[in-house]
Structures are given as C-alpha cells and as structure tokens.
C-alpha cells in the first residue's frame, strides 16, 4: 500500500498539462495532497503551498509522488538528486512513469539504506488473458476523445461520482497512472504486451449486476498517431454500451504532435462508434463531456449550447457543472 498523504512532485514541468497526474490527485483526493514541491522553471502550479522536503515531512506527508506525465515517462537527471534527498529524508516514493525506480540503482540502493519503498504503479502485477469478446453482463460506458489530456478521466470519475450520489451502482476502473494512484487499484493500460491489453479491459470490467455500470477510464485517442493502441483495446475489451464523446475546444493541434490537427466531434462519433460496434453491436454514442478549463464562464456556456444544438446530444464539463446530464443519458438507455 502507497502511504499517504502525498507530496506531489512537478519537478520542471513546462506547462499545466504535464502535471496532470499531481492535477488529478489535488482534484479528486484533496486529502491526500498536503503541498508541491517544484523546482526551478517548474510552469505548473497547483494552487497548493510550495514546500520543502523538511516542510512536508513536518506537515505529515508520507509519500512523494512524481506528479508529472513526460512524454515517454523518464526520470530526468535533475530529479534524481530531490528523489535521493526525500528516501533520505523518510520519504517512500511513488511513481507512473515508464522509467521505473526500480530500475534506477542509485535509488534503490538509498532506498534500503534507509528502510523505505519504491512504488511504481506503471507496472503489471496479473497476467492478464487474451480478448474472448464474450459478452458480459451488467453495462460499460467508456470516454473517447479527440485528443489525449482532454479530461476522459475527470469525465469517468465525475459521473462515477454522480451515480452513487443518485444510489445507483457505478465503479470507477482506472486504466492509467493516475487513476490508480487516485484510487489505489486498476490497470496500467500502456505498459501491458500488446496481445493482451484487451483481454486486461475484459479482466478489469467482469461480469456484474445488471443494472451496475463499470465508468472505464479512456486513454489516448484514435486520431492520436502516438497512442491510438491503447483506445483501440479499451474499445474492443470494454465493449462499452454508452460512448462518451470528450473534447478540448481550444486546442489547435494534437498533443505534442503540432503537425496534426484535432478531428472534429462528428469525425470522431463516426470513427468511434463503428468500431466499438464490432465488439458490442448495441453501443451509443450518449453525449459529449467538453473541457472549458481555458474558458471564461460565458464562452464556456455557449460553446457547450453550440455543440449541444449541432451534435443533438447533451453536453457538459463534467468537473465544471456536474455530470447529472450525462448520467441522465445512461439513464435514459
């Protein structure tokens, strides 16, 4: 078990969007989250108090988290020296990334030295099937998106939240770092042998009640040439009966790839969908989950009724406004 609460680590990263895993532990498990700890040139800023590792310690943290989400997940040469500082320090650590602490010597090596854990929670622990598409009982509803970073997750969690505040039967099944991190368990969708990442989402979502929704936790995106695979299997093993459609609307390009631009909302209902029917030929496109972070509160509201009006589906920022419009639309299945 990861010891909380955590001091979440931003390290240097270059924008708000590469500290989404440290985002969605301050957002959804406050807390957990006593402080940030940055260093210089950090560009993100969670609104928690900055904090040493003595300071933290003070306050009562018992695990620094690497809050950030780097392209390819590598612990950087400039984190290694406050890594080795907080085991010194009493800190465990734990980590999403691809680059393992496991796999860094020096961090072991201080980590025994000082009788604490390394937590890397990127890492398989069950040897996951191969897909059957049998069908399951009880139903699925997964988020896709037009990009990657565009609030599936929150989407997942918000109306997770939602279902069991109306006393309906919902699981949260995280697919990815920071859902595990959130909520302690799941799969770590990306770092799974391709040959089994779909049979991993048939594991995750088991059969169930029939009246019991399993909210899947959507990674990548199908137009996103770096990290399509992964959306393929949640797809595919998910078999979800309800699609939630999830977009940024102020990006102008695909993230991290500025030569491709953002497939439109239509574009990605019709590529979705169709694909999602191969393995559940009952599915629905329900409604749209839109991430106005960057908005003012009237731009935001009307671009939500423009999407609403051209889409034909209801529409909303789940984190923002509630998610009681789209659990509205699984009701209404």
């Not at 990263?13 to 498990?29: C, E, H, N, S, Y």
């Not at 109306?159 to 919902?170: H, I, P, Q, T, V």
């Not at 797809?235 to 939630?244: C, R």
């Amino acid at each position: 078990m990861i010891e909380t609460p955590y001091l979440l680590f931003l390290g240097d990263a270059p924008d708000q969007l590469a500290a989404k895993v440290a985002q969605g532990i301050k957002d959804w498990r406050p807390e957990h989250a006593v402080g940030q700890f940055r260093l210089e040139g950090c560009k993100a800023d969670l609104g928690l108090k900055d904090m040493d590792l003595a300071a933290a310690k003070a306050a009562g943290a018992r695990t620094l988290v690497i809050g950030v989400a780097n392209r390819g997940g590598v612990i950087s040469q400039a984190w290694k020296k406050v890594l080795v500082a907080a085991l010194e320090e009493g800190f465990d650590l734990a980590s999403g990334l691809h680059n393992l602490l496991r796999d860094e010597p020096e961090l072991v090596a201080v980590a025994e030295a000082c009788g604490r854990s390394l937590h890397d929670v990127r890492v398989p622990e069950v040897d996951y099937p191969i897909a059957n598409g049998k069908k399951r009982s009880g139903k699925r509803c997964l988020a896709v998106g037009t990009d990657c970073s565009v609030g599936k997750m929150y989407t997942s969690l918000a109306m997770d939240k939602e279902m069991k505040a109306r006393g309906l039967k919902s699981s949260f099944r995280a697919t990815g770092q920071t859902g595990i991190l959130i909520t302690g368990d799941g799969v770590p969708l990306d770092a799974v042998v391709a040959d089994f990442m779909a049979g991993s989402i048939e594991w995750l979502t088991p059969d169930n009640d029939a009246d019991h929704w399993d909210m899947i936790e959507g990674q990548g995106s199908l137009f996103h040439v770096s990290y399509s695979g992964v959306t393929m299997a949640l797809i595919h093993g998910g078999q979800p009966d309800a699609l939630i459609l999830s977009h940024e609307p102020t990006r102008t390009h695909m993230r991290g790839l500025p030569d491709y631009a953002l497939p439109s909302l239509e574009q990605l209902r019709d590529t979705a969908l169709p694909l999602a029917r191969i393995a559940n030929p009952d599915c629905q496109v329900v409604g749209i989950s839109v991430n106005t972070a960057a908005m003012g509160e009237d731009e935001a509201m009307a671009c939500l009724d423009e999407i609403e009006k051209r889409m034909g589906l209801p529409a909303a920022d789940p984190f923002r406004q509630g998610a009681g419009k789209l659990v509205d639309a699984l009701a209404a299945m």
